[in-house]
């Protein structure tokens, strides 16, 4: 058990091992700073944090990636607006430790990191916070897309159109209307090959049940 108190967000020793001081006078196992800014990120998204250690992990990283996508989407739909690039960290974790890293030391991926290919990829259709629908055009040409975004529960049309978008551009193409809590699901083709996106609306918390249940039949939108 992780937390040695049920109930108690509590950290047991094996656990205090891996944090990592921020003060040189602290010792990491009377630190926790770090564990514990991994169950405020969870707060962040989830109406509760999950004590099964399964689900805790699942929570830790729907929140990561959900986080990091919306950062990298932000800066390329506000393109040429104060927003020329961004540098994000960390990669991959040095030794085995609890960290915002996309690839854990033992080589496995995250699924930020997978969120990460499709939010960096040349040519992205998104959604962004007033609910564009934005083309990013990461190449030197122009592209032309159409664009659906159909809700992950119902299957119902939100939006369909076309866009051109210029070489190293940006372009909203219409605007999608949303209510509630939700996953939309955003296909797009480039180049005659259909790509996929998602955006998850509505403001948190989140139940851990919805957003295991939206992934679980759509979870292609993050490969």
Known sequence: RFFPHVGRFVWNEEWHSRCVPYLHYEHPWYHPGRLNRVILQIGMLFDKVELGLDDFIAQSQFAQAEAMKFLVEYNRANKYKGKT????????????????????????????????????????????????????????????????????ESGRLMFVGTGTCPGNGTTKIGRVSISGQGLALITYTVGGLELRNHYLYGNPPFTFTDICRWFKRNDHVAE
Not at 99 to 120: I, M, N, P, S, W
């Open 85 to 152: 690039g961004m540098c994000w960290w960390n990669l991959r974790d040095g030794w085995p430790m609890i960290t915002e890293a996309a690839v854990d030391y033992f080589g496995e991926k995250k699924r930020v990191f997978r969120q990460l290919k499709v939010a960096q990829r040349n040519v992205l259709a998104m959604i962004d916070e007033h609910r564009n629908v934005v083309l990013c055009n990461d190449t030197l040409s122009p592209v032309t897309c159409k664009v659906e975004v159909r809700d992950a």
